[in-house]
């Protein structure tokens, strides 16, 4: 199975700090790579796809990079609807792992 | 607008089974491959089942193998988890997850509210 770690597990930042969050794969993916938001008590939604490719109504202050075994989430500005925890998932073979997550909280 | 209503939760002893069911609706159920993820209290993420939109593939994670079972009714919109002979590590919110071959090789892009399943005596 491919195991995906996350880095900071836990950040503490502030309102307009840019943020940027690490997944690592334990073998290449491609860009099999999909990133979510889950804020408290809500379901998981959906913020980039393909490593890089914002989905649908996302702001453009998140973006995604990477290819292979290093991706990387990153927020510029942060604002207030942002503080929740991040997840990684790995879409090249079964099963679909995710990472631990990422949480964000507010300074 | 695209809706995932999971049902079928509860409080179930060791060693019990559950169903859980997805209505789907506000899109072509039978296009879709469909998953089950899960998050225990307080834990992160755990991808767990996926079917494929004709149900000629199917995935379960090893730790489920054997004791989970994904199903779907493409004429009634609907997913299923047969889940038996549950353990207390089973306990978790269960969501139902529209996978979009179209979005990078299957993102989840449609995730249902969750529903609780308890595994306790």
């Known amino acids: 199975d491919i195991q995906l770690t996350q880095s900071p597990s836990f950040l503490s930042a502030s309102v307009r700090d840019r943020v940027t969050i690490t997944c690592r794969a334990s073998?290449?993916?491609?860009?099999?790579l999909a990133w979510y938001q889950q804020r408290a008590g809500k379901a998981p939604k959906l913020l980039i796809y393909g490593a890089s490719t914002l989905q649908g109504a996302v702001p453009s202050r998140f973006s995604g990079s990477g290819s292979g075994t290093e991706f990387t989430l990153t927020i510029t500005s942060l604002q207030p609807e942002d503080f929740a925890t991040y997840y990684c998932?790995?879409?090249?073979?079964?099963?679909?792992?995710f990472g631990p997550g990422t949480k964000v909280d507010i300074k | 607008e695209v809706q995932l209503v999971e049902s079928g939760g509860g409080l179930v002893k060791p060693g019990g089974s559950l169903r859980l069911s997805c209505a789907a609706s506000?899109?072509?159920?039978?296009?879709?491959?469909m998953n089950w993820v899960r998050q225990a209290p307080g834990k992160g993420l755990q991808w767990v089942s996926s079917?494929?939109?004709?149900?000629?593939?199917?995935y379960h994670i090893d730790s489920v193998k054997g004791r989970f079972t994904i199903s779907r009714d493409n004429a009634k919109n609907s997913l299923y988890l047969q889940m038996n002979s549950l353990r207390v590590e089973d306990t978790a919110v269960y969501y139902c997850?529209?996978?979009?071959?179209?979005?990078?090789?299957?993102?989840?892009?449609?995730w249902g509210q969750g529903t609780l399943v308890t595994v306790s005596s």
């Open positions: 506000g899109f072509t159920f039978r296009s879709y491959p």
């Open positions: 998932q790995q879409l090249n073979s079964y099963p679909f792992t």
């Open positions: 073998q290449a993916i491609s860009s099999s």
């Open positions: 997850v529209r996978e979009n071959l179209l979005l990078g090789s299957g993102a989840a892009d449609y």
């Open positions: 079917i494929s939109s004709s149900s000629t593939y199917i």
